[in-house]
């Protein structure tokens, strides 16, 4: 089912088996990281780490700056930090799902030989940690908005341009947690850590939670070789517009630029992520990889 | 003894035969580090804070390898199917727990090693050792009880099912906050800092902060003197605790079928 064909792509089949796999794999995904305990406990384990995560950064600045967040650098680091969870939950969401399948159950093997498409196999038991990482930003927003006086004002909000980076940037995750999937395929000892190392390197070149033009020079490219800083500062701009201009890392581009720039990540790494992935299942179905377990 | 060699033994030889520890045990959590330094240089924090950070994030390597090779050892023994052998060879589980510890401590001092020496010359973090014995104290007992706690809860995990995983993903970020890994305990409420001591390394990187930096005195949340001897308390606690406890939820969990099972 893995080599599709563009006859294949356009064929009344494919959407079929596209919902099905999907709407499947979401389920089975959310059954898997929810039901080993109750609902509530579940919803506060959800929100626990992520919010701990971000009190650690705001404990850190206000050991220094002495509880004044009042401060543009504040507002973008607790920005920058709370749409970063995304980062983590959206490309390990998409790529862990070869880890548990082939390592802890064991089961990757029978995937390969049922009627779904992988790749979308891999979104759906992703749209767990997705849903969960949706959950944690929200949160974590709010309770800067309620408890730290982020500058956020409702009314100053540009949705549009807020919705349309929002979707192009996790279009961008996804296709990114496409492409680790297929790396993770190959490993076989550190599968499990690969979607978090990579998210923290890219926490520290994306201007997540410092400009990047703090970096030093050499490093700085980096950064805006990857789509999430883009995301990141549409993000910020939308959201707390007035707060970016003291950071003039993009101050030379529009939003119109900026968002040109993320589309063109998006699609590129959509069809890019999709053909990686393919030349990795080749690979690993070739050197018998699908059913390899390590208990590394 | 021969036990706990046995059991120590590939932990430490994996280390020369897997070295891709370097660039995923030392190399990413030094990115973590270099971003919450950024933090503090991008507020113009003292130098010294620089240092907490780096001293944190290598002290992080340890609570990570109590999660995941200590707590959770005994779970994946299970998963695997090497428990019920442990169990049936006449080897102590007492032994196979120290062996953990031991082969764990000295592999991830190996690593803590390598994130301080990177982290310290790349961010030229400046240490004044002020009481060199009592700081080599404080490592010691904050070592042997963390390892303690670490063989007290691997036989807690030893009863759980598919949580285990989840439970020791849940005691990352939350530790390092409560614990102040990354900023002195000090700023956190008393109460919360007091509660958090229950965890070794909280009071054992507040001491050993206060021994190496400049103003870590002026920092600390405890007496370092105080603090070695709630770690001396600490220990004793947990290393009792966990022959108490193992030789319960070893019978518990053979009693109830659970040393075979696999409910993944």
Known sequence: MSSLTR????????????????????????KIESNWTDPFLFAVYSIIKPLSGAAIIVVMYSVIAQGNYDTPYFAFLYFGNAFFQYVGSVMTGVSWAIVDDREHYKTLK???????????????????????????????????????????HFSEVNWLLFAVTFVLGIIALINMGLILAG???MLARHSDFVGDAVASSMFLFTGAIFPITSLPVVLQPIGYALPTTYW????????????VDAFPTFAGF???????????FALVLSIVSNRIFKACEHRAREQGLIDRVTNY | MQTMIGRASPRLIGLYREKSWLIFDVFFPMLTVIGYVMIYKAIGAPEDYVGFVVVGGAMTAFWMNILWSMSSQLYWEKETGNLPLYIASPAPMMGILLGMALGGMVGTFIRATGVIL????????????????LLGIIFILSMISLYGLGMMTASLFLLFGREAWHLANLAQEPVFLVSGFYFPLKFLPFW?????????????????????????????????????????????????????????????????????????
């Not at chain 1, 979308?120 to 908005?145: C, E, H, K, P, W």
């Not at chain 1, 990141?232 to 707060?243: D, F, K, P, T």
């Open chain 1, 254 to 264: 529009s939003n119109l630029q900026l968002l040109g720039i993320l589309t063109a």
């Open chain 2, 118 to 133: 990177i982290g310290s010359l790349l961010f030229n973090v400046t240490y004044t050792i002020q009481n060199g014995f």
């Open chain 2, 192 to 264: 919360v800092s007091a509660a958090a001591s229950i965890i070794p390394l909280t009071l054992g990187l507040d001491g050993m902060r206060q021994l190496v930096f400049a103003s870590g005195a002026t920092l600390g949340f405890l007496d370092p003197k105080l603090e070695a001897i709630i770690l001396a308390v600490l220990s004793v606690f947990f290393i009792v605790g966990a022959k108490l406890l193992l030789d319960h939820t070893e019978k518990l969990a053979i009693r109830e079928g659970r040393i075979t099972e696999n409910r993944r």
């Open chain 1, 7 to 30: 006859k294949d792509l356009l064929s009344k089949d494919f959407l079929s088996i596209f919902r099905r796999s999907f709407k499947t794999s979401t389920w089975l995904g959310w």
């Open chain 1, 232 to 243: 990141l500062e549409l993000i910020r701009r939308a959201l707390i517009g007035n707060v």
């Open chain 1, 110 to 152: 029978y995937m390969y030989v049922a009627p779904i498409q992988m790749p979308t196999y891999l979104l759906g038991r992703g749209m767990a940690r997705i849903l969960v990482g949706t959950l944690s930003v929200f949160i974590t927003i709010l309770g800067g908005i309620l408890f730290l006086n982020v500058p956020f």
């Open chain 1, 183 to 185: 790396v993770t395929l």
